[in-house]
């Protein structure tokens, strides 16, 4: 009995050299066979994976335009809900000034009315009045002076407010023009 290795058609020890020719052979076509076949798996999952690849880079490319039209309506839009609430100031000040013959009191009492409208319009869209009081500190993030005078109150307090000061949020849109006490 002959003696054979592991290897699928493996030709005897004492075979000739046609049968190890023909062995050898037979191994070099089942190893060209599986390297075909995983040559062939290779190229499906490649061919998946640049589908997969393709298919993500045109959903972040559609992610983007869509994220760069919404920025063009914000920008554009953004102020819309700002001038829908200013369009009722707008429209007392046309009925104030379709008055002939107005009284000093009806035009005192038409301007508060329209300064309250324009006051509640800021206050809905986060546009913060800053007035500072007399005697309050100097705050140099929403207050600028615009005079140091002398005073009968503590330094770098405010004397008085020149011009009412805004912030939209928490940032400065207009500080409040004051005149602070000097050091004595």
């Known amino acids: 009995m002959t003696e054979q290795t592991n290897m699928p058609h493996a030709a005897p020890i004492d ?8 062995a050898m052979a037979a191994n070099v076509a089942d190893e060209i066979s599986r390297l075909q076949n995983e040559l062939n798996e290779l190229k499906a999952k490649n061919a998946e994976m640049a589908d997969q690849y393709l298919r993500a880079k045109a959903d972040t490319e559609n992610m ?7 920025v063009s309506k914000a920008r554009k839009f953004g ?7 200013l369009l009722p100031v707008c ?10 013959n107005a009284t000093a009191e009806q035009l005192r009492e038409g301007s508060d009315a329209t300064l309250r409208q324009l006051q509640h319009a ?5 546009v913060i009045i800053v007035n500072p009081a007399a005697n309050d500190k ?9 005079a140091v005078v002398p005073a009968e109150q ?12 805004y912030l939209i949020a928490d940032r400065v849109l207009r500080p409040a ?8």
């Open 138 to 146: 100097f705050d140099p993030h929403q207050h600028q002076a615009i």
């Open 15 to 22: 075979a000739s050299p046609e049968e190890v020719e023909a």
């Open 122 to 126: 800021l206050e809905r869209n986060k």
């Open 64 to 70: 983007r335009r869509r994220a760069e039209e919404e």
């Open 177 to 184: 023009l004051v005149t602070v006490a000097a050091p004595k």
């Open 154 to 165: 503590e330094a770098n307090t405010i004397v008085s407010v020149l011009q009412k000061g």
């Open 79 to 85: 102020i819309e809900n700002f001038a829908e609430s």
């Open 91 to 100: 429209d007392s000040l046309d009925a104030a000034l379709a008055i002939q």
